[in-house]
């Protein structure tokens, strides 16, 4: 018997647009070959929600988020407010705040590598062969969320880094659950040789993990794990990290995987759950219709398995996807210049070839 379920649709910015409708796409195709319903509705979120109703969250948006089952987000962003720091509203701001207002305290980043990719990644191909890595990023504390001050005379700066108990339990739990499902190990990363709310995460983490027992425990810096993800990603099973660690090892991690644009991503609390492929708005390449939709397609395979338990289907996609790229199928980011058997294509060509293998 089919599921009924109701999905709101957040392109955003630049190529969140073009890589989005895949990913709907998609799941409408999964709906009708499995007897589901998806009832999709359509938001504003980022620069172009700014730019209509000088909100980077309008309350429609977070009112249709908030009677939504899960939701499929694009990207946001502009140029102009990477030229123009002094800006007061900022399409990020609209990002932080749907965060914030859903309760979406943990950011999953699955990091599997497709062996059809191997050599589209700059690390050796030995190196990579078998790396399976899922990040849990807490998304609700630190920097991001922390008091910020600038002094009178703009000379000098200040981004409070916060963390409270109860963040750090909820997400430590969340992350040695999965650990049991996996290889049963965990990595927790921190600083807490230096800052003091990362002594703090260590002791929650600490703790929690004496109700895993099961589950191997570990506990790495930031510079040297950043350091042991390149050198050797295979050691790394479940990595459980704060909103600024986070954000900047799950990009660096992009490169095991060969590009931004191979990697989905889930933000989840207790109830709405929302999906994102981890690249930017892109705006250089925006509209040239070469943006890789794999990503896209990939949170929509999350987003049947995490928010819907529909673990089939959400398999029937990724397979897909394999077969588009076993076929030698490839967007420009992921194409490997000494490999003859490839076929290069743009966005709409490259989401038609996972649809015909996903049917």
């Known amino acids: 018997m089919g599921v009924e379920k109701k999905i709101l649709v957040i392109p955003g910015d630049g190529i969140g647009q073009e890589v989005t409708a895949w990913g709907q796409k998609v799941l409408a195709t999964i709906a009708n070959n499995y007897n589901h319903t998806f ?3 359509e938001g504003m979120m980022g620069h172009v929600a700014i730019e209509a109703t000088g909100d980077p969250l309008p309350d429609s948006t977070l009112d249709k988020a908030r009677n939504s089952d899960a939701i499929l987000f694009g990207a946001i962003g502009h140029a102009k407010y990477d030229n123009d720091p002094t800006l007061k ?12 207002e859903l309760g979406l305290y943990a950011n999953l ?3 599997k590598l497709f062996d059809e990719l191997l050599e589209a990644s700059s690390i050796k191909p030995e190196i990579l062969r078998g790396a399976d890595i899922l990040f849990f990023r807490e998304l609700t504390g630190d ?4 008091e910020k001050k600038r002094s009178e005379d703009r000379s000098s700066a200040s981004d409070l880094m916060i963390y409270h108990r109860y963040e750090v339990e909820r997400i430590a739990r969340k992350a040695y659950e999965a650990a049991r499902t996996r290889r049963s190990k965990l990595c927790s990363v921190d600083k807490a040789n230096v800052l003091e709310a990362s002594r703090l995460w260590r002791e929650v983490v600490q703790e929690i993990a004496k109700e895993y027992p099961d589950v191997a425990t570990e506990h790495m810096f ?3 794990a950043a350091m042991q993800l390149i050198k050797d990603p295979k050691r790394f099973d479940v990595v459980l990290t704060g909103n600024l660690f986070g954000d900047i090892l799950t990009d660096e991690a992009s490169q095991i995987a060969g590009s931004m644009g191979m ?7 207790d109830k709405v759950g929302f999906y994102e492929p981890i690249h930017g708005s892109a705006h250089d390449i925006a ?6 939709p794999l990503a896209s397609i990939l949170s929509a395979a999350l987003m049947l398995d995490i928010s819907f338990g529909l673990k089939t289907e959400s398999q029937r996609v990724i397979k897909a996807v394999e077969a588009t790229l076993r076929q030698g199928y ?13 076929f290069i294509m743009g966005t709409d060509a490259m989401g038609a070839k996972v649809l015909e293998n996903l049917n």
Do not use: W
């Not at 920097?143 to 922390?146: A, D, E, I, K, L």
């Not at 490839?330 to 490839?342: G, L, V």
């Open 39 to 41: 009832h999709f509705e």
């Open 287 to 292: 509209g040239k219709g070469i943006a890789n």
């Open 330 to 342: 490839r967007t420009m980011d992921i194409a490997n210049k000494h490999t003859e058997n490839e």
């Open 222 to 224: 930031i510079d040297n």
């Open 109 to 111: 980043r699955p990091i």
């Open 263 to 269: 990697l989905a991503s889930a933000s989840v609390g």
């Open 89 to 100: 509203v900022r399409p990020e701001q609209g990002l932080l705040k749907i965060r914030k």
């Open 143 to 146: 920097v991001y969320f922390g």
